[in-house]
């Protein structure tokens, strides 16, 4: 089966089948307008990419605070942007472990001794609670190729606010890590600890440094009634021409789902190719 990753081969595959290029590791820092057009992009390198029509799948707050300069911004100007709501973002870690776990099932939800109680801290007061609620991946339950044999593949994610909370998250990572290790290992992993042969964490810091994600919100911008639908940054940008916007920050929102969707609606709103020529 292969996982998500399956998911992005099959679409470089796509890509590729169709004669272009997928360039990794190649950050856009600016995209080029012409008549309120636009026309390319700037890479980190310096190097411009000359194109037809621009679609971002950045998140779409930083698409438009900076990557498209404000002079061309009449409806998602910085002002608004910062009035936005964006989601929470969340505590990832990815772990391998040298036995397996037969009585963990594909996915499990480990509730905390709150709710209400923690999902104000997430959303409204921005604080790192000291306990969490969890959500368990073990992909190995359902396709034992994502480990070798005899071993299991994880992740363990707890929602946490974003950076409003002023996390160091460098300081906290490892800490909280220990928790949530020591959470698990009580309940359902005996033994965890031991047993752990491979280790990565994902923190907000992280969404915000890596994945270029606006306050490192893990979805865009919160899909409350104001920011949903119309209300969000649309499929076909309201501010300049020939640019278009896919993925979480955009229409419908933020899941594998969602974002796969918006870029099926690229097939409805990018008018055909023949009018640029
Ligand atoms: C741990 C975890 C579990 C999840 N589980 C599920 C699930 O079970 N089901 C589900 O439906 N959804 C799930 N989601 C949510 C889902 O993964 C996201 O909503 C989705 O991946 C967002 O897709 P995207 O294309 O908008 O953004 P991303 O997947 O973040 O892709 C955007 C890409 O653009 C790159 N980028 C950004 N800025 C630039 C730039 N300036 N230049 C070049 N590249 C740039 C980033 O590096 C990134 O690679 C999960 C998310 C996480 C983190």
Known sequence: MGGTGSLVRGLVGLIEGQGSKVRCNTEVTEILVQDRAACGVRLSTGEVMHADIVV????????????LPARYRRRWTDAKIARGRYSMSLFVWYFGTKRRYDDVA??????????????????QKKHLAEDFSLYLHRPTATDTSLAPEGCDAFYVLSPVPHLDSGTDWRAAAEPYRRKIARALAQSIMPGLEENIVSSHMMTPQDFSDRLLSHRGAAFGLEPILTQSAWFRPHNESEEIDRLYLVGAGTHPGAGLPGVLSSARVLDRVVPDAKVFA
Do not use: E, V, W
Request: hydrophobic share 40%; glycine share 6%; with cysteine.
């Open 106 to 123: 594909h996915h499990t939800i480990l509730l905390g001794p709150r709710y209400k109680g923690l999902l104000r801290d997430i959303f």
């Open 56 to 67: 971002s799948n950045a998140c779409a707050a930083f698409t438009y605070k900076t990557l």
